[in-house]
């Protein structure tokens, strides 16, 4: 099938023209923060679809060149459409249209307390600016809307301004993309200066070598993957996630960090195409990192939404030990691998899109109905949410990377290219890839002890307070939204396929070679013979012997009865909640095993009885994990940060004059260098 | 068609009968090994049969979850009996999974165990769930690297490759990487299926258990569903260290005489290595739990000598 220009114009034009209709809408009705809710999110789910349109037909072959020169300097617009684009562009919209779905419901709360108009104008903008920095085709129009994303977002996370906890993470986030854009900034220009072009198409071939290299490299790694959200570079993430309205913390989770994989596929694959083995080892090395210390982060955090957003530092891990794998193959020509390397995490990118959405619009449903994130006020809303809590535990087991989800099939891809790195005629790499093999498997070990306990405390059990008792089961258009990606996350684990081709198209065109891979409909071959799997047949096998225990049950004539009483408690007389198991108490394990890295500050205030000892009055025990990333980097280096600050104000005397002299001077200075 | 049928079927039974009578007969020889003469072998069916005519006393508190693991977890274990090479090379359903899916889908299995722990709001419940899932997730890291060593050696992950391939090298054992694979998989073997050191199936003291505190709300059906999942992953368990690792006798054709002789090899290896697990558990005590990691960071150890191995010998 082939793709005419005139489609894919016309698709790009509605897109951008429904998204510029929400924003004109949402703040042309203003007045009234009902139609201004509906108008913003109604129009930014039409441009949703659109872009679903757009990037599906991007992918089945369709090209698309829009360059107005005449608005920016240096090349103007330029925008285009290739594979790897289209994909993000998916990627983008199977996160966008139920996100806008839940806005609409999700929202209502929000009127009369907070600005709709703003949230509806910079949503659009938000969706808008990420559809297109993918499509961008130069550095400068790539470096405009990439500023546009991260303004678009971070006003979206200053929402709820009030918090003060919300102005400090908007902070926070606003530093922490800013730093990283200024390496972005130097990035493009000094491969601009050695390729003689901003256009991208003509940096595919400069001549970049030696050091400059390494260090385009390194810049734009750091820019990126501060987008990405890589620790050591991750604090902002943690934070600002939680913050926005949970159908922002979606689309921030599901996409705005998958933009920095893009960014980091773009530099390893298509700019510098290739580079030496030290920078493959360090992609991993950071993808060993994120993910080990992101879950484990994770497990230890009771805010809902906090959890969510450390588990996304993890699962950005999982996705670049795909991107290392394949650049290291690429290294040691290896392009079949590197392809496999790649659409496993490629694959891994889109599957998170889809159930981190779905989690934290669980989550976000959560918080709507309980108006808490904190899981030790929660339990039993699986009575309460029965929908919400199916679809939330369909998130957990595909994050978790369970068959027959999605996340296993991902998982299960990066698993095997990480395997056949014995290819590699290098015992050093062959062992760095061991190691990796190691913490990812290590990852998804504690990812499903992780969410055991997000599933388990949140749904499962007695409530542990009254307004968690009290929840109510949100409306049809968040559970609409909830139940399109939750079978989004089933389609995607039991039927790859259609996926899995497009995806090999994507590498097939980046790396100029076919992957290491063979699919059909029902089964999955990776490297030769080394490793095959049919997600279909295991969900049809585990099926039916689901449906035949129990008729194994009649035919032996086992006892069908059932009788409902109190849960076992050692012969007390009465349960309540506060017999239960807290999320405090299950991460506890797991904090003692891994306390070099938590350093927990433990702190035990009992106050007895002036009278006796023997009667205690109240006791207060408070157990917390310290951050290292806190206490050995960013610490120091705010403290230095503030010392040079203050010797710098000397500068600032106040005095009109002395600015003149400094003006004057630097004129001078200017006209003498540029001579 | 009718062999392939015919064959699952029997792998299928093997792992369904045999389950119970392997778990009686490593209590019949802990037994004999501490000087009681013990109960037959034969009672674990007898317990199971008990518990199916009994009514299931399900808590208030719990949920659907509650209700449906017992069933999940016993298809997962049924499911992997069509998958793994019992008797021949040419498993019909071999090709639905390598062993990485086997190992994930296990994981499913105790996924849901640990929900239903946390599903009846008991203490006890909630901290089995979680202690069988911190030593779920630190073997998890061994499993992988084991695998990874088996992988190198025979340059495949599909579980009939891994046994055929061993069982065409005829000095497989004098491979050190070989045997230090083994043992990792071994400890892990141990602590997946709850045996001593890591976790003692005959405990009742509440405060020691992991498993049976995980599952102490089951009774009746429910109850019968998982103790036979549970015998049922200790057999599989000791059919893959078996057939791995010692991949003899096991059948290259499904015709009917090779496939008789895997079957008396099958039995003949999984009951050596019940007898192994017997004598450990008679001799070694439970380790505190906080220093299970340090015997899962041993085995992983020994696992990632076994790749390391593999590279400076090949």
């Known amino acids: 099938m082939t793709i005419s220009e005139t489609l894919m114009l016309n698709l790009f034009a509605g897109m951008l023209a429904s998204f510029a209709a929400g924003a004109a809408g949402a703040l042309l009705a203003a007045r009234w923060p009902r139609a201004s809710r509906l108008a913003g999110h109604s129009f930014a789910l039409l441009g949703a679809l659109f872009a679903l349109a757009l990037g599906l037909a991007g992918l089945a072959g369709g090209a698309l060149k829009v360059s107005v020169t005449q608005i920016l300097p240096v090349g103007g617009v330029a925008l285009g459409v290739d594979h790897l684009s289209a994909f993000f562009i998916l990627v983008l919209a199977v996160a966008a249209v139920p996100s806008a779905l839940y806005a609409i419901g999700y929202t209502r709360e929000y009127e009369g307390r907070y600005s709709i108009a703003g949230m509806g104008v910079a949503l659009n903008l938000f969706l808008a600016s990420m559809a297109l920095v993918v499509m961008a085709r130069n550095a400068l129009t790539f470096l405009a809307l990439w500023e546009a994303m991260s303004l678009a977002s971070y006003f979206l996370v200053m929402t709820e301004k009030d918090d003060r906890e919300t102005e400090r993470a908007g902070w926070l986030y606003f530093v922490m993309t800013h730093a990283g854009f200024a390496c972005l900034l130097v990035g493009f ?47 902002w993430l943690p934070q600002a996630h939680p913050a926005a309205p949970s159908h922002v913390s979606a689309l921030m989770s599901g996409v705005m960090i998958k ?25 991993l090395l950071v993808a060993a990192v994120s993910a080990v210390l992101g879950v484990l982060y994770a497990l230890v955090e009771h805010d809902l939404k906090r959890l969510l957003a450390y588990h996304s530092v993890e699962n950005i891990g999982i996705i670049l030990f795909g991107v ?76 978790a990377a369970l068959p027959p989800f999605n996340g296993f099939i991902s998982e299960w891809l990066t698993f095997q290219s990480l395997l056949l790195s014995f290819q590699i005629p290098d015992k050093a790499i062959n062992l760095t890839f061991a190691l990796s093999v190691a913490a990812l498997a290590l990852t998804s070990g504690l990812a499903a002890a992780c969410f055991i306990k997000a599933f388990g405390i949140s749904f499962l059990a007695l409530p542990r307070s009254e307004p968690a008792r009290n929840a109510r089961e949100v409306g049809l258009s968040m559970r609409a939204a909830m139940a399109l990606l939750a079978v989004a996350c089933l389609v995607l684990g039991v039927a790859p396929f259609a996926v899995l081709r497009l995806l090999s198209k994507t590498t097939s065109e980046l790396l100029g070679a076919t992957p290491d891979m063979q699919f059909t409909w029902n089964r999955i071959v990776a490297g030769g013979s080394f490793a095959t799997v049919s997600p279909l047949w295991i969900a049809v096998a585990l099926a039916a012997m689901l449906a035949s225990i129990p008729i194994g049950l009649r035919i032996v004539r086992a006892n069908t009865a059932r009788r409902y009483y109190e849960t076992w408690g050692c012969g007390r007389a009465m349960q309540t909640a506060r017999f239960e198991y807290t999320a405090t108490s299950f991460a506890n394990p ?25 009667f205690v ?16 980097i960013y610490g120091p280096m705010n403290r230095m ?35 | 068609m009718t062999v392939r049928i015919l064959v699952e079927a029997i792998q ?16 019949k ?44 977890v016993a298809s997962v274990m049924l499911l992997s009996s069509l998958v793994v090479p019992m008797l021949s090379t040419r498993t019909p359903l071999g090709f639905t999974g390598n062993i990485i899916v086997l190992m994930y889908l296990l994981l499913l299995a105790t996924f849901f165990l640990a929900l239903a722990g946390l599903d009846a709001g008991s203490a006890f419940g909630g901290m089995g769930s979680s202690r069988e899932m911190i030593i779920a997730a630190l073997a998890e890291p061994t499993v992988m690297i084991a695998i990874f060593a088996i992988a190198l050696r025979v340059g495949s992950t599909s579980l009939d490759e891994i046994v055929r391939r061993g069982a065409d090298d005829s000095l497989l054992l004098l491979n050190p990487g070989h045997l230090l694979a083994f043992v990792a998989f071994f400890i892990v073997a141990l602590a997946e299926t709850g045996r001593l050191p890591v976790d003692n199936p005959a405990t009742h003291l509440e405060l020691t258990m992991i498993h049976e505190a995980m599952i102490l709300e089951y009774s009746g059906r429910h109850l019968a569903l998982i103790e036979w999942a549970a015998g049922m992953k200790l057999f599989l368990f000791l059919t893959l260290l078996s057939n791995l690792f010692f991949p003899w006798g096991v059948a290259r054709t499904l015709e009917p005489l090779p496939v008789a002789i895997a079957f008396a090899a099958l039995a003949l290896k999984v009951g050596a290595l019940a007898a192994a697990v017997a004598i450990l558990e008679t001799s070694i005590a439970k380790l505190r739990l906080f220093r299970v990691p340090e015997l899962l960071s041993g085995s992983f150890t020994l696992a990632l000598l076994a790749v390391i191995s593999f590279f400076f010998v090949r």
């Open chain 1, 189 to 235: 220009l000094l491969l601009s200066q050695a390729a003689r072009s901003m256009d991208f198409a003509s940096w595919h071939a400069a001549p970049v070598t030696g050091a400059t290299r390494n260090v385009i490299f390194i810049l734009l790694a750091l820019g990126f993957g501060s987008k990405a959200g890589v620790i050591p570079l991750h604090i």
């Open chain 1, 259 to 283: 933009l920095g994989i893009y960014g980091l596929v773009r530099v390893g694959f298509d700019w510098l195409s290739g580079g030496p083995a030290w920078w493959g080892i360090a992609v």
């Open chain 1, 324 to 399: 290392g794998g394949a650049m290291l193959f690429q290294t040691y020509h290896l392009p079949a691998l590197a392809g496999l390397a790649l659409i496993a995490g490629l694959y891994h990118t889109l599957n998170h899109a889809v159930f981190k959405s779905l989690l934290f619009m669980g989550a976000g449903a959560v918080l709507h109905a309980t108006h808490t994130r904190n899981m030790e006020e929660m339990g039993g809303l699986i009575k309460r949410m029965p929908q919400t809590a199916v679809f939330f535990l369909a998130g957990s087991v595909a994050i």
């Open chain 1, 590 to 614: 797991f904090k003692r095993v891994f306390s070099v890295l938590y350093r927990p500050v433990k702190e035990l205030a009992i106050e007895f009885h002036p009278e006796s000892r023997f």
């Open chain 1, 617 to 632: 009055r109240t006791i207060s025990y408070s157990n917390e994990a310290r951050s290292i990333f806190d206490d050995a």
């Open chain 1, 641 to 675: 940060l503030r010392a040079f600050a203050e010797r710098v104000r000397l500068l600032q005397s106040g005095n009109v004059n002395v600015y003149l002299l400094y003006i004057l001077v630097a004129l001078v200075v200017l006209l003498i260098i540029a001579r």
């Open chain 2, 12 to 27: 299928l039974l093997i792992m369904a009968l045999g389950a119970p009578l392997l778990v009686g007969s490593v209590r």
């Open chain 2, 29 to 72: 020889l802990k037994a004999r090994l501490q000087g009681r003469r013990g109960a037959s072998v034969f009672q674990p069916y007898r317990d199971l049969r008990k518990l199916l005519v009994k009514e299931a006393v399900i808590s208030e508190n719990t949920s659907w979850i509650f209700r449906f693991t017992p069933y999940l």
